[in-house]
T-cell receptor, first 114, second 109 residues
Framework: EAQVTQNPRYLITVTGKKLTVTCSQNMNHEYMSWYRQDPGLGLRQIYYSMNVEVTDKGDVPEGYKVSRKEKRNFPLILESPSPNQTSLYFC?????????????FGPGTRLTVL | SQQGEEDPQALSIQEGENATMNCSYKTSINNLQWYRQNSGRGLVHLILIRSNEREKHSGRLRVTLDTSKKSSSLLITASRAADTASYFCALDSWGKLQFGAGTQVVVTP
């Protein structure tokens, strides 16, 4: 089944403890992206990647890192999480850049930073 | 950076009625997309309309785009309880996809 998977789905952690949220897609998509969703703010793009080894900042990249070493994986890294990073995170992918393609979203990761 | 602004923020209708929501934006776009989200789940793509298109249909969905007014509308006809969800417009500016805050639609039987 074509899908985007994220792990973990739920995570409670403490300030400063490094964490990684994994994202994987099995559709051979070139474009992958991370978003965070907060009440009243919609989805905001954190980072995106047009292809392997190519990443760019979205609108809210501070406090996050990403890497794209393989086409299928696009992990999101929080080196030193803070409470203001408590949010619902979505990974998404599309065949090419978003210009002419729909994005497929993962199920989301609900992160709480205490 | 720009974001789409949806209007209204919330909409409550009865089954069988039509639901219309609007999205306005400020600068030029490559295309505009509409997504649906059911209660905290992942978003599902509904329709993509390109900047040189004016109207698109998909089943009970109709999307219009007016680039001169920088606005788009999503019409859901003959709504069903299963249409209860949040609807987001997303502006594609050549690599960045920027979402509005969404319209919450509740369809009551």
């Amino acid at each position: 089944e074509a899908q985007v998977t994220q792990n973990p789905r739920y995570l409670i952690t403490v300030t400063g403890k490094k964490l990684t949220v994994t994202c994987s897609q099995n559709m051979n998509h070139e474009y992958m992206s991370w978003y965070r969703q907060d009440p009243g703010l919609g989805l905001r793009q954190i980072y995106y990647s047009m292809n392997v080894e190519v990443t760019d900042k979205g609108d809210v990249p501070e406090g996050y890192k990403v890497s794209r070493k393989e086409k299928r994986n696009f992990p999101l890294i929080l080196e030193s999480p803070s409470p203001n990073q408590t949010s619902l995170y979505f990974c998404a992918s599309s065949l090419l850049g978003t210009g002419y393609n729909e994005q497929f979203f993962g199920p989301g990761t609900r992160l709480t930073v205490l | 950076s720009q974001q789409g602004e949806e209007d209204p923020q919330a909409l409550s209708i009865q089954e069988g009625e039509n639901a219309t929501m609007n999205c306005s934006y400020k600068t030029s776009i490559n295309n505009l997309q509409w997504y649906r989200q059911n209660s905290g789940r992942g978003l599902v793509h509904l329709i993509l309309i390109r900047s040189n298109e004016r109207e698109k249909h998909s089943g009970r969905l109709r999307v219009t785009l007016d680039t001169s007014k920088k606005s788009s509308s999503l019409l859901i006809t003959a709504s069903r309880a299963a249409d209860t969800a949040s609807y987001f417009c997303a502006l594609d500016s050549w690599g960045k996809l920027q979402f509005g805050a969404g319209t919450q639609v509740v369809v009551t039987p």
